[in-house]
C-alpha cells in the first residue's frame, strides 16, 4: 500500500474515521496500533512474524537489562539479533555470492545454493529503530518503555515504518504515551506536506527516473553529454523520491497530531561532505552518528582514529542500504572526499573560498558519487565514470521539459537556503500551492505505481 | 486556523471545478457526430467522447448500431461499414455507427452501463461476433491475460473474470476513476487534445521539440489495413466456447437484456464468420453454436438477424467483412422480412 494509492487513501480515511471518534490517548494508540499492523500486513501477512519478534525481543531485552543489571550481555543479544536478522533477510544472498566467488577462484567446483529469503519492506529502517532505542537504554538516554504495547506501537508506526524517518524512542514515544490534541494547524500542514510529497513522487522523481533509467541502463549506449545528464536526473530523482516519502510519512503522521523529526534540509546546498550528511536523511545520519561514530571515539582519539571511525561508519552506511559493493563503494567514496575535505579546508586558499563556490563544488561531488549508488555494479559505475571523460560530448537527449524542471528546483533550493522565498510559507501561498500540484498531477501525471527507492533498504 | 482556511478554499476549488467541469467544458465538438461518423480509431478508449456521442444518439431517431470492430469497420472508412451500406439503401440516414475497434462484449456491457446514455423506447441493433467465442482466451475464461482489451470497462468486483486479475489497488483505480466523470473528461482531454496520453512519454520522445506541439494534436487519419487475400486464408481448428459455458455471451446476453428492460425493441445481429477458414468439425460447431443462440435469443425476445456471405473474398479476415462485404450484408439484410419489420419499413 503505497502512499500515493487509492487503497492508502481509502485506508487512511478509514483509519482516521475510527481514529477521531474518541479523543482519548489509549483509544488512538490503540487504533494506530492496529492500522500499523494491517499496514505492514498489507504487504505480505508473513511480515507480521517479523515486526512482532522484532518487538517482543528488543522489549524482554531491555526489560532484562533492567531486571539483571547485564547490561551489556543483552545489549550484545539485540545487536546480535538485529544483524542475524539483516544477514538472513537482506544480505544472505550477497554473502553467499561471494564466499561463491571465493571458491570459484580457489578452483573448488562447488557453489552454496542461493536462499532465495524474500526482503520485507522497510526492514532496516525497524530494526535500526528498535536497536536505537535499546541502545539509548543502554546509556540510560532514555528510560525503559513498560508497556510492550506501547513499545509496539512506536515500532510500529505506519507513517514512519517503511522507510523513516528513523525516529528516537525519547522524541516518539511520550508523543504517542501522551498523544497530543490534533489542532487546525496539524491539519493543515499535514494536508501541505502530504500533497507535497506527493507531487515530489509523482511529478518529479517518477519522471526524471524515466531519464535516468534509460542511461543507467545501459551506459555504453551513451556518451558524456548524456551520461552527466542522467547521473544529475538521478541526483535529483532519489532526492525527491526519498524526501517526497519523508514529506508524506510526515504529513500522514501531522494530521494524526504527531510531529516526526526532519529528514531532509536542502542537501544539494551543502558546502562540505559533513554539511550534507547534517542535510541528507539526517535520521539516519545521526543514528550512524550516535550510535557508530561516536561510541568508537569520534573525533576525540586523533587523526588516524578519525579517519578509521569515519571510513567504518560511512562504509556500514553504504552497506545498510544495500547488499552490493557498489553500495560500499559509495559509503568508501563519501568518506574518501569527507577525510581530503576535512585536510583541504584547513589550507587557506580553501578556507577563504566563497562558499556558494563550495556549495557548487560539494553538489558535483554528489552527483558522482550518486553514480556508484545507482549503478547495477561496481564495475558499471567506472565505465559510467569513464566514458563521461572519455567520449565526446553531444547534445543530450534529456527532454527540455526535464532540464528546465531540473534547473527549476536547483535555483529554487538557493533561493530557500537564503531565505528569499519565505513569504511562500504564507496560509494563502500554501493554499494556492496544494491546488496547483493537485491540478498539475491530476492533469500531466499518468498513474503511478512506482515504488519509492528506499523500500528496498 | 489561516492555514487551514485556504486549504479547505482550494479542495473547494479543486471539488467545484472537478464536478462541473466535464459538463460546463466537454470540449467535445458534436456537430461532427453526423452522416456515417464513427468513433475515430485513435480515440477508442476515449469513453467520455463515447458517452457525448450516445447521448447525441440518444437525442435523435436513428438506429443506433452498437458493437465491436466489426460493425465499426476495421477494414473499411466511414463510408463503406456497414452502418454506412444500410443508410446508402435508404433514403434517408437511418442508421447511426455506434460501433468501438477493439471492444469485446465483457468490455461493452460494461461501456453500455458506465459511460453511454441510456436509450429508451427505441429501436437498436447489437451486433453480436462469435470471434469472442472461438477460444477460451476470446472468451476471457483461459488463463489470465495482461493484454485484455478495454480493461477499465470489465467488471472489478463481480462477476469474476478468470483472465482479467487485476491486483486490489487497480481495481480500486478503475472503480473510482470511472465513478468520477473528471477523470473520464481528462483522459478525453489527453487523447482528443494533446500530443500523447502521457505528457512525460511524449517528452522523452520528442525531447527537443517545443513544448507548444504538444499541446496542439494533429489527428491522423485512420488507414484501414489490408485483409488476407483469399487465396492465402488457411483451415483453422476452432476451440469454440458453447454458449452455456462462455462468459463474453453471457455478458453479450446481458447487455441485449437491460437494453430490453428500457423498453427497447433489440434486434440482434449476429455478424457472419469466415466459415471459408474453419475445419469441418470447426464448422459444424459453429453452426450449432448459431443455432442455440437464436434460439436463446428468441426466448429472451431479442429478434436475431444472421446475415451470410457467400464467398470468401468478401472477407478481410477470420470475422471482419471487407466494404464489399458490408455491401452484401447490407443488400441481404434490406431482403430480409425479419429485419424489415423490425426497422418498421
Given at each position: ?5 487509492w ?6 480515511i ?6 477521531s ?70 544480505y ?30 522497510g ?57 497530543p ?40 549506449q ?18 525527491f ?33 559533513g554539511?550534507?550528511w ?21 573525533n ?10 569515519t ?75 569513464e ?41 494563502q ?25 528506499y523500500?528496498?533498504? | ?52 456521442y ?85 472468451d ?55 500530443a ?61 437484456l ?22 469441418e ?47 452484401l ?15 418498421g419499413?
Open positions: 500500500m503505497l502512499f500515493h494509492s487503497s492508502f487513501l481509502l485506508f487512511f478509514a483509519v482516521y474515521a475510527v481514529f471518534i474518541r479523543s482519548t490517548p489509549l483509544w488512538k494508540r490503540n487504533i494506530i496500533l492496529a492500522a500499523s499492523f494491517i499496514f505492514y500486513g498489507w504487504w505480505n501477512p508473513l511480515y507480521l512474524l517479523l515486526i512482532s519478534w522484532v518487538i517482543a525481543f528488543d522489549y524482554t531485552t531491555v526489560l532484562f537489562m533492567e531486571r539483571t543489571g547485564r547490561k551489556k550481555l543483552f545489549l550484545s543479544l539485540s545487536i546480535t539479533d538485529t544483524i542475524l536478522i539483516l544477514c538472513l533477510f537482506k544472505s544472498g550477497f554473502i553467499v555470492n561471494n564466499i561463491n566467488s571465493v571458491l570459484s577462484s580457489a578452483g573448488v567446483d562447488y557453489s552454496i545454493p542461493l536462499p532465495g529469503v524474500m526482503l520485507p519492506v526492514i532496516s529502517f525497524l530494526l535500526f529503530l528498535s536497536l536505537g532505542n535499546t541502545i539509548d537504554c543502554y546509556f540510560g538516554r532514555t528510560e525503559r518503555e513498560k508497556s510492550i504495547i506501547q513499545y509496539a506501537s512506536f515500532v510500529s508506526f505506519f507513517p514512519s515504518l517503511l522507510a523513516g524517518p528513523i525516529e528516537r524512542g525519547h522524541h516518539l514515544m511520550p508523543l504517542l504515551k501522551s498523544w490534541e490534533v489542532t487546525r494547524d496539524d491539519i493543515a500542514e499535514g494536508v501541505y506536506l502530504f500533497t507535497q510529497g506527493m507531487f515530489k513522487k509523482t511529478a518529479l522523481a517518477d519522471y526524471f527516473s524515466l531519464y535516468a533509467d534509460r542511461i543507467f541502463g545501459n551506459p555504453m551513451f556518451t558524456s553529454g548524456d551520461l552527466i545528464a542522467g547521473a544529475l536526473a538521478f541526483t535529483w530523482q532519489i532526492y523520491d526519498f524526501s517526497g516519502y519523508t514529506d508524506m510519512a510526515r504529513g500522514v503522521a501531522r494530521m494524526l497530531g504527531i510531529n516526526l523529526i526532519e529528514n531532509f534540509s536542502l542537501p544539494y546546498m551543502a558546502a562540505s561532505t554539511d550534507f547534517g542535510r541528507w536523511h539526517i535520521s539516519l545520519s545521526s543514528w550512524f552518528r550516535d550510535y557508530l561514530y561516536i561510541p568508537l571515539g569520534g576525540r582519539q586523533g587523526k588516524i582514529k578519525e579517519t578509521r571511525n571510513f567504518a561508519t560511512m562504509l556500514l552506511s553504504g552497506l545498510w542500504h544495500g547488499a552490493s559493493w557498489n553500495y560500499v563503494l559509495w559509503g568508501f567514496v563519501h568518506a574518501a572526499i569527507h577525510t581530503i575535505g576535512k585536510q583541504l579546508g584547513k589550507f587557506k586558499p580553501a578556507a577563504e573560498t566563497p562558499v556558494f563556490i563550495k556549495r557548487i563544488a560539494v553538489f558535483i561531488l554528489i552527483v558522482f558519487t550518486w553514480i556508484f549508488f545507482r549503478s547495477e555494479n561496481a564495475g558499471d559505475a567506472f565505465t559510467f565514470i566514458r563521461i571523460f572519455t567520449t565526446d560530448f553531444t547534445m543530450p537527449q534529456m527532454p527540455f521539459y526535464m532540464a528546465g524542471l531540473i534547473t527549476g528546483c536547483y535555483l529554487f533550493q538557493w533561493l530557500k537556503e537564503y531565505k528569499r522565498v519565505e513569504f511562500l510559507d504564507r496560509p501561498f500554501r493554499g494556492a500551492a496544494i491546488l496547483l500540484m493537485l491540478v498539475y498531477i491530476i492533469i500531466f501525471v499518468t498513474y503511478s505505481s512506482n515504488e519509492f527507492i523500500f528496498q533498504f | 486556523m489561516k492555514k487551514l482556511k485556504y486549504i479547505v478554499i482550494s479542495f473547494l476549488i479543486l471539488l467545484l471545478s472537478a464536478a462541473a467541469i466535464p459538463y460546463i467544458l466537454p470540449l467535445t465538438d458534436s456537430t461532427i457526430f453526423t452522416g456515417n461518423y464513427r468513433i475515430p480509431y485513435s480515440m477508442g478508449e476515449d469513453y467520455f467522447l463515447y458517452g457525448r450516445s447521448k447525441h444518439v440518444a437525442s435523435g431517431n436513428t438506429i443506433p448500431v452498437i458493437g465491436d470492430s466489426v460493425i465499426w469497420g476495421h477494414y473499411t472508412d466511414n463510408e463503406h461499414t456497414l452502418p454506412a451500406q444500410l443508410n446508402r439503401l435508404n433514403p434517408e440516414i437511418a442508421f447511426t455507427n455506434m460501433g468501438l475497434d477493439g471492444i469485446h462484449p465483457a468490455a461493452m456491457n460494461g461501456l453500455m452501463n458506465i459511460y453511454s446514455a441510456k436509450f429508451k423506447n427505441r429501436k437498436i441493433i447489437a451486433g453480436v461476433n462469435l470471434l469472442w467465442m472461438s477460444s477460451p482466451r476470446h476471457l475464461t483461459g488463463p489470465v491475460n495482461s493484454e485484455i482489451n478495454h480493461m477499465p470497462l470489465l467488471p472489478q468486483i463481480s462477476p469474476g473474470i478468470p483472465s482479467y486479475q487485476p491486483s486490489f489497488e487497480e481495481k480500486l483505480s478503475a472503480l473510482i476513476t470511472r465513478s468520477i466523470p473528471l477523470f473520464s473528461w481528462i483522459n478525453h482531454i489527453r487523447i482528443s487534445r494533446f500523447e496520453k502521457s505528457f512525460y512519454l511524449w517528452t522523452m520522445e520528442n525531447p527537443h521539440k517545443n513544448l507548444s506541439e504538444y499541446f496542439s494534436r494533429k489527428e491522423e487519419e485512420f488507414k484501414a489495413p489490408q485483409g488476407i487475400q483469399p487465396e492465402k486464408m488457411q483451415e483453422q481448428n476452432i476451440e469454440w466456447v458453447t454458449t452455456d459455458r462462455s462468459l463474453q455471451w453471457k455478458f453479450m446476453l446481458d447487455t441485449l437491460s437494453l430490453k428492460k428500457d423498453g427497447n425493441e433489440v434486434a440482434a445481429l449476429i455478424t457472419p464468420f469466415n466459415t471459408y477458414m474453419m475445419t468439425k470447426s464448422r459444424r460447431e459453429y453452426f450449432a453454436t448459431l443455432a442455440g443462440m437464436e434460439w436463446t435469443l428468441r426466448e429472451n425476445g431479442i429478434i436475431p438477424i444472421i446475415p451470410l456471405i457467400p464467398e470468401k473474398k468478401y472477407f478481410a479476415d477470420s470475422s471482419h467483412p471487407t466494404a464489399e462485404g458490408y455491401k450484408i447490407a443488400e441481404d439484410l434490406m431482403k430480409n422480412r425479419e429485419f424489415m419489420e423490425f426497422i419499413k
